[in-house]
């Protein structure tokens, strides 16, 4: 059964300060891993997208690596700002939909 | 701006009422997904359908729960009866083409608080 692992479960960093959140999975036979951004309150906004295929994928600020045989994968956000705090969700697809890790808890302070 | 529509966004209701939320995937996908979020456990999929047709319900507790797409453009999820731990965040989620690829798209959540 798929484990999906975040560490740290919260984080709080001074604005401007490049940060990395970890995720981890337990099987690697996977076919995409999704990083999804959750205000309180709301529902999930999905942010990058790798296939099993693809090292990398970025989008602005945002870049996001997966090392499949691993089980793992960062998401990179440079010069943090207040307005990127929220958590941050991690997902993996494999032969069942997706299965979530707990997420990380992102506080930017100015 | 195509999204996916969940209806109630708040419900607050007493053990032993039926409950009903309700999703509009995005026009056009083919899959939908229920999901609940809880602070203990995150979010576990409860179900999910491809092309209206029930492929998993395993994560939801049958006794009283109960999930259906009468057509293309709605999905359902009843609770009956609800009971004090089924208060949680509900989302549905839909995709379009093969999952196994696709990106997903969430809805707002359906909160419910059962007193």
């Known amino acids: 059964k798929q484990e999906v692992t975040q560490i740290p479960a919260a984080l709080s960093v001074p604005e401007g300060e490049n940060l990395v959140l970890n995720c981890s999975f337990t099987?690697?036979?996977?076919?995409?891993l999704q990083w999804f951004r959750q205000d309180p309150g709301k529902g999930l906004t999905s942010l990058l997208l790798i296939q099993s295929s693809q090292r990398e994928q970025t989008s602005g600020r945002l870049n996001a690596s997966l090392d499949k045989s691993s089980g793992r994968s960062t998401l990179y956000i440079a010069a943090s700002q207040p307005g990127d705090s929220a958590t941050y969700l991690c997902?993996?697809?494999?032969?069942?939909?997706?299965?979530f890790g707990k997420g990380t808890r992102l506080s930017v302070i100015a | 701006d195509a999204r996916v529509t969940q209806t109630p966004r708040h419900k607050v209701t007493e053990m032993g009422q039926e409950v009903t939320m309700r999703c509009q995937p995005i026009l056009g996908h083919n899959t939908v997904f229920w999901y609940r979020q809880t602070m203990m456990q995150g979010l576990e999929l409860l179900a999910y359908?491809?092309?209206?047709?029930?492929?998993?319900d395993s994560g939801m507790p049958k006794d009283r729960f109960s999930a259906e797409m009468p057509d293309a453009t709605l999905a359902t999820l009843k609770i009956q009866p609800s009971e004090p731990r089924d208060s949680a965040v509900y989302f549905c989620a839909s995709g379009s083409g093969r999952t196994d690829t696709g990106e997903l798209f969430f809805g707002e959540g359906s909160r419910l608080t059962v007193l």
């Open positions: 359908f491809r092309n209206r047709a029930p492929l998993d």
């Open positions: 997902a993996v697809k494999g032969n069942t939909p997706l299965v």
């Open positions: 099987d690697s036979a996977i076919y995409n």
